[in-house]
């Protein structure tokens, strides 16, 4: 089977980042599948270019409100199929995940809730984690997984700058990373990791403190896969030089 490149990315308002250059980097870098998060968009408000980008097909969540959550799949291979509403009340709702099946894998493209709002959006990105956990160890019954997106977690020390003035910041409190910990448990690799085992790699700066220029980031942006594919990983990277979010894009090239 020819490799495959994904590539999976938080480009906070995909019209925002069609004007920074979005689709002609996508054209340039024309990954086999691109994974975007929170596109902040319903179909109606986009353009033919953004729904339709030459030599991709495109499959869309958006949530109930508008200007809010969002997530897309382009994909340049037909999927055997495509799922974006489970029935299940804390997944459904705010566009959060989009499945598209494959003929090795199930791809999960998710935007995971940000739990920095106060105590109840935290009880619900954790009630999120938990129903998604159970979630995709049901389709691995059927065939191996991937999942990437924004995880809005930082999982160790070595993956965000100021690990401890940030203990009590959500995404990166213990409940929460020891959820990423129980997803590794489960037999979930992070990608990144199988290659690279040091710090200063991050996949998000905070705009405001200008952080990216100091590369004062929080590595939150993942692609992890079930271990029957970890033989067919081939690499996986962040393009912390890509421009136009507060994320960078990350990837990986499989089979």
């Known amino acids: ?19 920074k250059g979005l689709f002609e980097w996508l054209h340039q870098e024309k990954p086999d599948i691109l994974c975007l998060q929170e596109t902040k968009a319903h179909v109606e408000q986009l353009t033919q270019k953004i729904l339709h980008p030459d030599g991709y097909e495109s499959y869309w969540n958006s949530g109930i409100k508008k200007g809010y959550s969002g997530t897309v799949t382009y994909s340049r291979i037909s999927p055997i199929s495509a799922i974006t509403n489970f029935g299940i009340g804390n997944l459904d709702g705010e566009g959060r995940i989009v499945m598209t099946e494959y003929d090795n894998f199930f791809l999960f493209n998710v935007y995971f809730p940000n739990g920095g709002r106060g105590p109840e959006r935290l009880a619900y990105k954790m009630e999120f984690y938990d129903h998604f956990l159970k979630l995709i160890e049901n389709f691995r019954k059927k065939k191996p997984i991937i999942l990437c997106g924004d995880i809005n977690t930082a999982h160790t020390e070595i993956d965000l700058a100021r690990p401890k003035q940030n203990e009590n910041t959500s995404g990166f409190m213990q409940i929460e990373r020891e959820w990423v910990s129980k997803l590794i448990a489960h037999g979930y690799v992070d990608t990144f ?3 690279e085992k040091g710090g200063n790699f991050y996949t998000w700066w ?4 200008r952080s990216r220029e ?6 939150i942006d993942y692609f992890f896969i079930s271990e029957e594919l970890k033989k067919h990983l081939k ?11 507060d994320h960078c894009p990350v990837g990986i090239k499989i089979f």
């Open 1 to 19: 089977m020819p490799s495959l490149t994904l590539i999976s990315w938080n480009v906070n308002g995909i019209r925002a980042a069609e004007k």
């Open 193 to 195: 990791r199988m290659f």
């Open 206 to 209: 905070d705009v405001i403190t």
């Open 214 to 219: 100091k590369n004062v980031g929080w590595r």
């Open 235 to 245: 690499s996986a990277w962040i393009a912390s030089n890509v421009q136009g979010s």
